[in-house]
């Protein structure tokens, strides 16, 4: 049974709905498994949240499930012997967001989640560290790393 009437489903899911399928998409790449992929994180919301203390705490729960939620799919067998890429253009209106996304997309995951969440949800480096129970430290270097990473391939790709 759900914890909620259907209208304030709606208003969590025009509140979250965009975060969440573009977080998805980071992860998974393409359209199809990151609707599976929110729809899943929805419906974890609607029958198996916990009691949230507020709206920031219910932000962080559904960032964390929707990133674990892709983990599993990015490690199931269907998902290891397919290999797709949407043209991820169609979600961001500037070019050159679309051609950074793609190449975030191809981060290793532990520095994809960090980049995106600080970058493009304008979360701050306590506030990730808080989601995803790890240290501040653990998160800077993740951050470190990753835009190390990103330069290098931005760069090879004439982004400068």
Same mark, same amino acid.
């Given at each position: 049974m759900p914890q909620w009437s259907s209208d304030n489903f709606s208003v969590k899911y025009t509140m979250y709905g965009n975060m969440v399928f573009r977080i998805a998409m980071v992860h998974l790449g393409n359209k199809e498994d990151s609707e599976e992929a929110m729809q899943e994180a929805f419906?974890?919301? =609607?029958y198996k949240s916990p009691k949230f203390n507020d709206e920031g705490h219910e932000k962080a729960w559904l960032i964390k499930i $929707?990133?674990?939620?892709?983990? #599993?799919? =990015?490690?199931?067998?269907?998902?290891?012997? %397919? %290999?797709?890429? +949407? #043209?991820?253009e169609q979600y961001y209106n +500037?070019? $050159? #967001?679309s051609s950074v996304m793609k190449e975030i997309i191809n981060l290793p995951a532990k520095f994809k989640s960090v980049i995106y969440l600080y970058y493009y949800e304008d979360y701050s480096i306590k506030q990730i560290a808080e989601i995803f129970k790890t240290k501040e430290s653990a998160i800077k270097m993740r951050l470190h790393r990753g835009r190390q990473l990103l330069k290098i391939e931005l760069k090879g790709n004439d982004y400068e």
């Open positions: 419906y974890k919301l =609607l $929707t990133v674990n939620l892709c983990r #599993d799919i =990015l490690r199931s067998v269907w998902h290891k012997r %397919v %290999v797709k890429m +949407d #043209d991820i +500037d070019p $050159t #967001d």
